[in-house]
Structures are given as structure tokens and as C-alpha cells.
């Protein structure tokens, strides 16, 4: 079975950076569209970036565009979401995914398999 493991997530000021990671094992990640879900305290689990197998097409949700930016490293196994410029309302436990379609999707639901997730909080 496909396993996920996200990294990267912690504490950072407002305007502040961080970079989260993503490794997927049990496959080659070039079988798979990835991407990347946050879900913050009482609120539905919302999609933020996908991209395609290959790693030339992306999509960014329109709360993110501008400031967040999803890459991958398939020789590694990795993916990637460049967080910069953070904001409070970023704060949220954000979860790697990967589809095994193309170009994935923005519906959790499509999704084949999850990570556990990690936890990203911005101070004001």
C-alpha cells in the first residue's frame, strides 16, 4: 500500500516561510497526481495545490495563488509546498495526497491516499 508522510510544519510568525514535504513509498511517485489539503479547527477540509504526474501542470487554490507554490522531486519521491508570505488564517493541519489519474482533482473525495498530516500554525 501506498504510504505518505508530510514534514515541515511548525510555528511561524506572520509573513514568515516554510516549506513542507511530502515522501510517498510502496510506489514511484511519477504514477501519481499530488496534492496538498489543509483542514483548520471546524472547518471542511479544503483543497490548496495540486500537480500533475509529470510536475508540469499546477493548480493553486485562489486563497494561495501568489504566495504558495507545489513542485515535485519525482527521482525522490517528494513534493513540496513552498509556504511564504503566511498568514493567520493559513494555520491549519495541512495533508499530502496523491491521485492516481493525470492531473488529480479538487475534491478530497477523488483522492486515493492520505497522509496523517502536519501541523502549520501562524502567529499575528
Known amino acids: 500500500q501506498v504510504q505518505l508522510v508530510e514534514s515541515g510544519g511548525g510555528l511561524v510568525q506572520a509573513g514568515g516561510s516554510l516549506r513542507l514535504s511530502c515522501a510517498l513509498s510502496?510506489?514511484?511517485?511519477?504514477?501519481?497526481?499530488m496534492g496538498w489539503f489543509r483542514q483548520a479547527p471546524g472547518k471542511e477540509r479544503e483543497f490548496v495545490a495540486r500537480?500533475?504526474?509529470?510536475?508540469?501542470?499546477?493548480w493553486h487554490a485562489d486563497s494561495v495563488k501568489g504566495r504558495f507554490t507545489i513542485s515535485r522531486e519525482n527521482a525522490k519521491n517528494t513534493v513540496y509546498l513552498q509556504m511564504n508570505d503566511l498568514k493567520p488564517e493559513d494555520t491549519a493541519v495541512y495533508y499530502c495526497a496523491a491521485n492516481m489519474s493525470t492531473y488529480g482533482s479538487r475534491q478530497p473525495g477523488d483522492w486515493d491516499y492520505w497522509g496523517k498530516g502536519t501541523l502549520v500554525t501562524v502567529s499575528s
Open positions: 500537480i500533475s504526474r509529470s510536475g508540469i501542470a499546477t
Open positions: 510502496g510506489r514511484t511517485l511519477s504514477s501519481y497526481a
